[in-house]
């Protein structure tokens, strides 16, 4: 078994459980409120952004010029999209331009955009690389279950088909590639690390989808100054 497949069965649970949210069952069955899916696509947009800081700061990290150019593209990618998002699907959905600028990141978007921000700065390469995984590998997977499965006539099935394309996945299988490289090179305490920090990711990835359902923010009073 390699190191990545390892963290994947270590956490098979946890991806169960992302998978049977209200909100990942409510959006292949196109019954998800418009108001949920609102709240999702503007918090994503604000998380995209600071993926894009964490993946800059991981490759500047890299051990090596092929890494820097895989997650200094992954940036730049996650950008472009965050950008698209306000092209597209928000302008589809009603969200203005003021509304997204007006619209704080939730909780459980800033501690999952601190965590990564903070790993990246503050971790090994490996461990950062570990802590990013999560974000690729549980989204493309958690995607392909719902494009697999989406009802005819989803209302949203224009963003349920942004996840039928091979690119998610060839990024997946880039990012375990590293990921496996790095954990043959490492200590035992830091493949351990890496394990913590892959689990502590798939953990916010859970909270990030379930938050979006619960409509959770900030309690009343504690929102914008």
């Given at each position: 078994m390699s190191f990545s497949q390892s963290l994947w069965q270590a956490n098979e649970a946890l991806y169960q459980a992302t998978l049977e949210l209200p909100f990942n069952q409510e959006l292949a069955a196109g019954t998800l409120s418009m108001e949920r899916f609102r709240h999702y696509m503007i918090q994503d947009a604000h998380y995209l952004?600071?993926?894009?800081?964490?993946?800059?700061?991981?490759?500047?990290?890299?051990?090596?010029?092929?890494?820097?150019?895989?997650?200094?593209?992954?940036?730049?990618?996650?950008?472009?999209?965050?950008?698209?998002?306000?092209?597209?699907?928000?302008?589809?959905?009603?969200?203005?331009?003021?509304?997204?600028?007006?619209?704080?990141?939730?909780?459980?978007?800033?501690?999952?955009?601190?965590?990564?921000?903070?790993?990246?700065?503050?971790?090994?390469?490996?461990?950062?690389?570990?802590?990013?995984?999560?974000?690729?590998?549980?989204?493309?997977?958690?995607?392909?279950?719902?494009?697999?499965?989406s009802a005819p006539g989803n209302p949203y099935q224009a963003w349920v088909d942004t996840y039928a394309g091979e690119h998610f996945h060839a990024a997946v299988r880039g990012v375990c590639t590293t990921v496996d490289r790095l954990a043959e090179q490492a200590s035992e305490p830091t493949r351990a690390a890496m394990h913590a920090a892959y689990t502590d990711a798939a953990r916010l990835e859970w909270l990030f989808w379930d938050s979006a359902y619960r409509l959770a923010d900030w309690p009343q009073g504690m929102g914008t100054p």
């Amino acid at each position: 078994m390699s190191f990545s497949q390892s963290l994947w069965q270590a956490n098979e649970a946890l991806y169960q459980a992302t998978l049977e949210l209200p909100f990942n069952q409510e959006l292949a069955a196109g019954t998800l409120s418009m108001e949920r899916f609102r709240h999702y696509m503007i918090q994503d947009a604000h998380y995209l952004v600071a993926y894009g800081r964490a993946l800059a700061v991981t490759a500047a990290k890299s051990d090596n010029a092929e890494g820097v150019v895989q997650f200094a593209n992954a940036a730049n990618e996650a950008v472009v999209v965050e950008r698209s998002l306000h092209d597209g699907f928000m302008r589809d959905f009603g969200i203005t331009a003021d509304q997204f600028a007006a619209t704080p990141l939730t909780p459980a978007c800033h501690h999952y955009t601190s965590y990564l921000v903070a790993t990246a700065w503050s971790s090994s390469y490996p461990v950062a690389v570990a802590a990013l995984l999560p974000c690729f590998w549980i989204y493309a997977e958690v995607g392909r279950d719902i494009h697999a499965r989406s009802a005819p006539g989803n209302p949203y099935q224009a963003w349920v088909d942004t996840y039928a394309g091979e690119h998610f996945h060839a990024a997946v299988r880039g990012v375990c590639t590293t990921v496996d490289r790095l954990a043959e090179q490492a200590s035992e305490p830091t493949r351990a690390a890496m394990h913590a920090a892959y689990t502590d990711a798939a953990r916010l990835e859970w909270l990030f989808w379930d938050s979006a359902y619960r409509l959770a923010d900030w309690p009343q009073g504690m929102g914008t100054p």
